[in-house]
């Protein structure tokens, strides 16, 4: 931007207050944006305002809303909802029950119901096997998930248990499948610059689909994308 | 409090920097203009690393994209949403409002779909059609030469198909469509549904120098760091910066009210600056209001004088009235034909659909006066927070038991990525007298600025509606042999009818006329009540047909914006 740009292009926070904030720099190069929130790292942002970056760091400083034998619970519960693959790792090498655990500083409605699911769950081992969950032989374990794991199937004494297993799958999938290691199992190939040009070939045909010549057509050559547009006078591009 | 009260006068005040107020800045700094542009929000630059969200994994937060922060995700490129802390409004007692508000620079077009309709011929004229609602004192024609100027400013893909009420433009070429979208092309055609390429303000092509090109990553709600969609700053905003005239940018600054004179005209506004919370005066010689179609009505409501005793433009008592928001209805299926589908190519595309279906009915024949369009979802997307969501209801689309854990579990995620499909009713509906806003007369916000009350209900016209929209989606799902994911919402759900506001196309709070005491601008956007006021948001609008207001935003913008230079220089104003 030139100087003349400068002078005429101001940022303002509300004149007169002495926090005047010019959106360029003295020497005349382009807007600096950056002026407005001074010495963070770029590369370990995402993109939080100030206020917000504010609420995460307290969020971070809170203290865990589960006890260490919770969370331990929590972790098995993860693996047994996606243990280790052929081809991927288990929910906890994903570092699943950390993000549970900020979920439910994030999201506090979600501490009564996984504080009180633990507990039921713990009775639930007594009753069974005078144990706590956490003691139990994996086989005990299964025992009891197998009989909160599917809801159609579930004796009415079981409910509170399905809604806390459907709310740990919940949180464990999304917890999975957004970590690097879940979104590699997964297969998904975006967030990077790219030319879309159509569903490949040989996966149309799979499906049974085609493209027809009177749509593709319409659309855009991707030779010509950094040709600027032009147009007649009725529309019709030209470039 | 002493206001604080500015030497200068400028030509222009223009409040609010979305693309109503991105674009008047833009015309009016063109013409060589002295212009201060005040927004309640932050500077904002979609390029700036700090604040940017585009590129960003779900794994860079610790919450993964959730939407505990921002009403649609953390990544959502708009600092505001439903509920703002410190601003609040309220609704009359058995009514419903949701208002989205977005306080940045570029305000809510850093985020919005995108989708570029104009309105058609018939759409400015519905009252001639129907007998319903009111027609606008302009037609097509009067705005058909600045949808032209708008799509070749800021571009938008399209195809030309010569459909009477939806009328072509200046198109870039538009994307493929994706797998799942050929799927919906085949099924639509079945009931004999038309489906055309969506008409998005994204750059699939050059354009000029100043701006990229879509680098397909899905993202413009992230508002886009290459300047590839139309966000008002990046597109409107530094281009302004940039041109003939002076443009003084005032961020973090919420306008109260306009000042007037004892002639009734007036001469500039009041603001509040957040910094350092105290009140100061702009003058200038023209106000142009762009805060929203909701937020230019509350603040002539709060702009009353000896000479403006009902507020600012209200002598006809129609500021706030005839508020209406599109219908909209949605539901979400699973198609068989895409499970076990190959994943291993990129699909991400635009930030949005790549088909959409123009309304077809005949509404000569329905029991519901105005159509509706449908907007398509689905594809291999990134994943967050959300994702695998609900499998408990999921698992009995693959034939075994519902929920479980363990590999299977894993292997039931896999299968099912990529195969679902979901459709957008968006609709008109009827824009009515009682349904409006007003001055809640007792709440204030944190800057002591009464706050807005709300009253809005559906008629039969929006519930049958939505009604429609339920049956096409489910004969859509039957012609393409999916199965819902929820049963279609009958008559004791509203048939799925999203609540008045929640999508974020309120307009028609200021409609204009020829008859002063029925509207509150001319058919330039003009104030009867005082002509060096214009309103160059969605609160001018008379009707919204079931087209997203932001096109015609921008086009009658621009047409304002040059009745105010041409009054300006023939000293009318």
């Known amino acids: ?239 | 409090m002493q206001i604080i009260e500015q030497p200068k006068v400028y030509d222009a005040i223009i409040v609010g920097s979305g693309a109503g107020g991105g674009m008047s800045a833009k015309v009016l700094a063109d013409a060589g203009l002295n212009i201060a542009v005040v927004e309640a929000g932050p500077y904002f630059d979609p390029k700036d690393p700090v604040t940017q969200t585009q590129w960003k994994w779900p794994y860079d937060s610790p919450r993964r994209g959730s939407s505990s922060k921002r009403d649609f995700g953390e990544y959502d490129m708009a600092y505001g949403g439903w509920d703002i802390e410190g601003e609040p409004y309220t609704t009359t007692e058995g009514t419903e409002f949701k208002w989205f508000r977005s306080r940045m620079l570029g305000g809510r077009t850093n985020h919005w779909g995108r989708i570029s309709l104009r309105f058609g011929p018939k759409d400015f004229k519905a009252k001639s059609i129907d007998g319903r609602g009111d027609d606008w004192p302009i037609g097509y024609e009067d705005v058909k030469p600045y949808y032209d100027k708008v799509d070749k400013l800021i571009g938008v893909f399209g195809s030309k198909e010569r459909l009477p009420n939806d009328p072509d433009g200046f198109f870039l070429p538009p994307p493929k469509p994706r797998l799942h979208e050929l799927v919906y092309i085949k099924a639509a055609r079945k009931l004999g549904i038309p489906v055309i390429p969506s008409r998005l303000s994204i750059l699939t092509k050059r354009i000029n120098k100043d701006r990229g090109v879509c680098i397909y990553c899905q993202q413009c709600a992230r508002s886009c760091s290459v300047y590839a969609d139309f966000s008002s700053g990046s597109c409107l905003i530094f281009p302004a910066q940039k041109s003939r005239g002076q443009v003084d940018l005032f961020v973090n600054s919420m306008v109260r009210s306009v000042s007037t004179d004892k002639s009734g005209k007036a001469t500039g506004v009041y603001y509040f600056n957040k910094e350092d919370r105290k009140e100061y005066q702009l003058r200038a010689k023209v106000v142009v209001l762009a805060a929203s179609a909701c937020g230019s009505a509350r603040i002539l409501l709060n702009s009353k004088s000896a000479q403006h005793p009902q507020g600012l433009g209200n002598s006809s008592g129609v500021v706030g009235k005839y508020l209406h928001d599109s219908t909209g209805s949605s539901n979400m299926a699973i198609i068989p034909e895409l499970l076990d589908r190959r994943k291993d190519y990129n699909e991400d595309g635009v930030g949005g659909m790549h088909v959409y279906s123009p309304w077809w009915g005949d509404n000569k024949k329905l029991n519901f006066a105005r159509g509706y369009h449908i907007e398509i979802w689905g594809g291999l997307g990134m994943p967050s927070y959300g994702f695998g969501f609900g499998m408990e209801r999921m698992a009995k689309h693959l034939g075994h038991k519902a929920g479980g854990y363990g590999n299977v579990l894993r292997d039931d995620v896999k299968r099912m990525y990529g195969a679902s499909i979901g459709f957008g009713g968006r609709g008109e509906c009827i824009a009515r007298e009682d349904n409006y806003c007003e001055l809640d007369p007792e709440k204030v916000d944190e800057f002591g600025i009464p706050v807005l009350r709300f009253n809005y209900t559906f008629s039969d016209q929006e519930l049958m509606q939505a009604k429609h929209m339920q049956q096409t989606f489910s004969e859509l799902f039957d012609a393409m042999g999916a199965k819902a994911l929820w049963p279609a919402p009958g008559k004791e759900g509203n048939y799925g009818l999203n609540k008045p506001g929640e999508i974020i196309h309120e307009v028609g709070t200021t409609r204009m006329g020829n008859d002063p005491n029925k509207s509150v601008t001319n058919k330039f956007q003009q104030l009867h009540d005082a002509k060096n006021v214009f309103i160059v948001d969605a609160g001018p609008f008379v009707s919204q047909a079931d087209k997203n207001c932001t096109w015609t935003i921008l086009a009658l913008s621009w047409r304002a914006s040059d009745y105010i230079v041409d009054q300006l220089k023939k000293q009318n104003i």
């Open chain 1, 1 to 239: 931007m030139k100087r003349r740009d400068t002078i005429k292009t101001l940022l303002i926070g509300g004149l007169g207050t002495g926090a005047m904030l010019t959106g360029c720099k003295q020497d005349g190069s382009d807007i600096d944006t950056n002026s407005v929130v001074p010495n963070i790292d770029a590369n370990n942002l995402y993109g939080r305002t100030p206020e917000e970056a504010k609420v995460d760091a307290a969020l971070h400083a809170q203290p865990s809303d589960f006890t260490k034998e919770e969370l331990g619970v929590i972790a098995i519960l993860c693996d047994i909802i996606l243990p280790k693959s052929e081809t991927a790792g288990s929910a906890t090498d994903a570092g699943v029950p950390a993000f549970i655990d900020f979920m439910v500083k994030d999201i506090p409605d979600n501490k009564l119901p996984l504080k009180g699911g633990l507990m039921w769950l713990n009775t639930e081992s007594n009753k069974r096997f005078s144990k706590i969950f956490s003691e139990l032989t994996e086989a005990q374990r299964i025992e009891i998930i197998d009989d909160i794991a599917y809801p159609d199937d579930a004796t009415a004494a079981m409910k509170p248990g399905v809604v806390f297993f459907n709310r740990m799958r919940d949180l464990t999938l999304s917890g999975y499948y957004t970590s690097k290691m879940g979104i590699e199992d997964l297969g998904y190939q975006g967030n990077r610059p790219n030319t879309w040009d159509g569903v490949p070939e040989d996966v149309l045909k799979q499906h049974g689909l085609v493209y027809e010549p009177e749509w593709i057509a319409k659309c855009v050559d991707n030779d010509k994308r950094n040709e600027i547009a032009v147009w007649d006078d009725d529309g019709n591009l030209l470039t």
